[in-house]
């Protein structure tokens, strides 16, 4: 059974979310309804992995003390000489 809910948003949100929602052929009050039921919905949805993507698990292995920053930072130094 469907009730009437009011809403007060800011201006831009809700044209924003009317363009949206005409670009994707839905009413504005069906994106809410599927917004809000996603997030209140108990059981999470499980993404399937890919054999690939199985397969390729734990191929690589880093060193438990890799600091990603380190190379990052030691990157941009040798890029911006």
Do not use: F, R, W
Not at 31 to 45: A, D, N, R, V
Not at 72 to 79: A, G, W
């Amino acid at each position: 059974m469907d009730k009437k809910l009011t809403l007060s948003l800011n201006g831009n949100i809700i044209e924003t979310a009317k363009n949206y929602a005409k670009s994707n052929n839905i009413s504005l009050s069906k994106l809410i309804e599927s917004y809000l039921g996603s997030l209140t919905q108990e059981e999470k949805q499980e993404v399937e992995i890919s054999p690939l993507v199985k397969s390729l698990s734990g191929v690589i292995s880093i060193d438990k003390n890799y600091n990603i920053k380190d190379d990052y930072t030691q990157y941009l130094i040798e890029k911006y000489k």
